[in-house]
């Protein structure tokens, strides 16, 4: 890839990933981080230190006062006994939409303490270059007498991301949350107004319902521990699964949670200070820039090795950094980062190769196959050490083959046969390769094994005397159904890459390879036959051959 062609691409990778960023492409992407952040968060108050207590509108409360909805002088008694109890504030976490005769009772009861009804929204969204705006469509209040009695009307609307989970707060212009009522009344602060919602994000602590949690029932009978509710916020709401108010949250892998909870963590959340703020977009857009300047003028001059180390250690700081910073409140959008990372490195890594630094995975793939591990480690570390092109070679060529192979064969399943032929090659392979033969191909149910080739060895006939041994030796300690004939020779070939642009082998040929095919070929189960060379070598004599019993190798 030449210069022009390289910065082109990279011009291309950083656009296509502002554009994916910018358009919200990625933003599910960016959630699921998010909500592994949470999960990874730091362990939250415990609920004797929480300011917020729930009471449960639960299956043994539904159980007590059966007929959902309930009349209103039954929430009468609950919020009387919280503000007995020294609750600081009551959040009915219901919506009266319709009047009831025991309203009356309900607004008396109210006036004992602060105490927050919602009211809900029809809400639409527009969604623009980063920026999503709530459309109201239309508001729904709660009846009068109860709207008046109450310390603050707020909605319980919450704006789910695109994959239907909440993590955000809802901060709508013009309307106040019901949640944000709350902790203003506890904390004695107004300015969350400035907090806008697609920015800021509710602190989920841990799964589930982390909070202090009352039966509904007990509170009205009295049966509970007044400490718990003593300057506590309580906040009255369902939790039985058949009332329906369930809802997403960064840890739905655990289960759904009720709304009331949700609302707990809402308030939490700004009580404690713990609302995480994400980054302005430009803001990140600026990080991504400068990133992205410095990956090129880095990765430009590295090598391979480097720069995808390089990639990898730069991928899990931006991982890390970004739940740092998560963990202190702020949202670094990091799915933009991570891929402008990886584009920038696979651009680079992909010009090393075509470049010509995968030589040495050539050679690797080429020989990984046929020798020793340490001698491949050999030629790719040194390349020039192997003359691809053909040259001139001294080795020993032994061929190895299975006898009475075919008539046992045909008394067998192919399961059975393959599985043997396996386990023969397998010897055959790792025994060659020990004594530092070069495995050069499968023939059948056969093998040919070069000694010298690519590398030179020395003692080569020596090399592959032992292979044959040991290779007879495992064979027979696995008690392989079938003997085996061999066939070797000693002499030079020409070795190098054969064949044709489409398939290309490492092998070897020449007189001394047809020599040992045919000694092969004549030597009966359990022989070895020497050629000429390797006989004289062998015996110190001049013989046309000699035939060795295998199994007198080994002793």
């Known amino acids: 890839m030449g210069q022009n062609k390289k910065i082109l691409s990279n011009i291309l990778a950083i656009f296509l990933v502002s554009l994916l960023f910018l358009t919200g492409a990625v933003e599910n992407l960016e959630n699921l981080l998010i909500d592994i952040s949470h999960r990874l968060g730091k362990v939250g108050e415990t609920q004797e230190e929480q300011p917020v207590v729930i009471v449960a509108i639960d299956q043994a409360s539904l159980g007590e006062y059966p007929g959902w909805p309930w009349p209103r002088n039954i929430l009468a008694e609950a919020v009387e006994q919280a503000f007995t109890a020294g609750a600081h504030s009551v959040g009915i976490d219901i919506l009266f939409l319709e009047e009831r005769e025991e309203d009356g009772d309900l607004a008396r009861a109210m006036e004992a303490g602060p105490t927050f009804i919602p009211l809900t929204l029809d809400l639409g969204l527009i969604r623009r270059f980063q920026q999503e705006t709530p459309l109201v469509r239309e508001k729904y209040n709660p009846v009068p007498s109860l709207a008046m009695s109450a310390a603050g009307v707020g909605h319980v609307n919450y704006l789910a991301d695109r994959d239907g989970i909440i993590r955000r707060l809802p901060f709508i212009e013009g309307f106040s949350g019901w949640f944000e009522l709350i902790a203003a009344d506890f904390t004695g602060r107004s300015d969350w107004d400035e907090l806008s919602f697609q920015e800021t994000y509710i602190y989920f602590p841990a799964p589930g319902n982390p909070f202090t949690t009352i039966s509904f029932r007990d509170l009205v009978a009295g049966d509970f521990d007044s400490d718990l509710l003593e300057n506590r916020i309580v906040l009255i709401g369902s939790t039985d699964p058949t009332l329906g108010d369930l809802i997403m949250t960064p840890f739905s892998n655990h289960g759904f949670i009720p709304g009331v909870v949700l609302g707990a963590h809402a308030i939490n959340t700004l009580i404690q200070n713990q609302e995480i703020i994400r980054l302005n977009v430009w803001t990140v857009m600026l990080i991504f820039f400068l990133l992205a300047i410095f990956n ?21 700081l931006i991982l890390v950094a970004g739940h740092l910073l998560f963990s202190s409140g702020y949202l670094l959008p990091r799915v933009p980062l991570l891929l402008g990372t990886a584009g920038q490195s696979s651009i ?30 050999r030629i790719t570390s040194n390349p020039d050490m192997v003359n691809l092109k053909g040259e001139s070679k001294e080795v020993v060529a032994l061929f190895v083959d299975l006898r009475g192979f075919t008539i046992w064969a045909s008394g067998r399943s192919s399961q059975e046969t393959v599985k043997h032929l396996n386990i023969f090659f397998r010897v055959v392979t790792d025994k060659a390769m020990e004594s530092g033969g070069t495995l050069d191909k499968f023939l059948g149910d056969g093998a040919l094994i070069i000694f010298g080739a690519p590398l030179p060895l020395e003692n080569p006939l020596e090399k592959a005397l032992q292979a044959v041994a040991e290779i007879q030796k495992r064979l027979t300690e696995l008690d392989f159904p079938l003997p085996m004939g061999a066939g070797l020779e000693k002499g030079e070939v020409i070795a190098g890459n054969i064949g044709s642009e489409k398939r290309l082998e490492y092998t070897v040929i020449g007189s001394p390879v047809n020599t040992a095919s045919h000694l092969e070929e004549r030597a009966r189960p359990g022989e070895l036959i020497l050629g000429p060379a390797a006989a004289r070598e062998y015996s110190g004599k001049k013989e046309n051959q000699l035939v060795i019993n295998i199994k007198d190798l080994g002793m």
């Open 296 to 316: 090129w003028f880095f990765m430009t001059r590295q090598n391979f090795k480097t720069n995808f180390i390089f990639g990898l250690v730069q991928i899990s």
């Open 348 to 377: 680079q890594l992909y010009d090393l190769i075509i470049r010509g630094e995968t030589r040495q995975k050539r050679l690797k793939s080429l020989f990984q196959r046929y020798l020793p591990p340490e001698i491949v480690d």
